[in-house]
């Protein structure tokens, strides 16, 4: 469109130039003779319309190129424009997913294991108040029908490593040499401990055995139970009342144990630990 413009920008005004010259050169009166006055008018209308029309056409063509370039600046500014918004937002989601990432590590680094740390150092010193630093230990719970194979488990490695250990002291040999008829009633002798209560039952207690050997026992038995049967538990386990006794851990002392007493008359209402305690071999 250009191009044809400018040829006809081009024709237009030579025709103009041509129609000046004709009427300078003198030939003015030489059309008068041969087409009369009103021809000539006629040529001057027609140089005059395509003059108008040349200059038309010329700010025609100026206008719409400068209105075209001025659309597609504002094109250009407007694309540009988007264009830096939406690099813009893509690096503030980049950067807020980055701050979450390290938000994230350091709460899972860093913050958790605090927290963790200071809970448990808590519940120590809890515990340590209280006298019940055996919550602390691990164990395993007894009674019950789904931890009786746990039990007996236990109760025999107790019972081999009691035997090890009597034997790594070297414990004096007696004197007098037990008839074996002394010896069968130990043999035949059966402990019987109290079927354990349910943990929701009223008067309930819950007794820990911390055993030389560093494990703990746990049992519950009634509060109206005969304070005896501690010690068959103890004998059950592995450690012969001849050999070792049982003691509060706090304050430390020996656990006293009348014949008809309960475990409420000794003391045990709450939840008790007692500590397995060997006795001193007299010389």
Partial sequence: MGTV?????????????QLLAIQVSGFSTKCDQFFGRGVKDLILLCGRIFLLLALLTLIISVTTSWL???????????????????RQKLVRKKQQEAQGEKASRYIEN????????????????????????????????????????????SQT???TSNREAAKRRNLPKPLTKISPSAEQPTQKEVLNLPEEPPEAA??????????????VLRRRFLKSCSSQVLFDWMKKIGYHTSQYSLSTSFPRRPLEVGGGWSLQDIGITVDTVLNVE????SS
């Fill in 5 to 17: 413009r400018k040829h006809v920008i081009w024709f237009v005004l030579g025709l103009l130039v």
């Fill in 68 to 86: 075209n370039s001025f659309k597609s600046s504002q094109v250009y500014l407007k694309e540009e424009e988007e264009k830096n918004e939406k």
């Fill in 110 to 153: 860093v913050l958790k294991p605090h927290q963790e740390m200071k809970l448990r150092k808590l519940e120590e010193r809890f515990y340590q108040m209280t006298g019940e630093t055996w919550k602390l230990s691990t164990g395993h719970k007894l009674g019950g029908d789904e931890d009786l194979g746990l039990e007996n488990e």
């Fill in 157 to 159: 490695s107790f019972e």
């Fill in 202 to 215: 009223e008067e309930v207690v819950a007794v820990a055995l911390r055993c030389p050997s560093g494990n």
């Fill in 278 to 281: 060997e006795r001193e071999q």
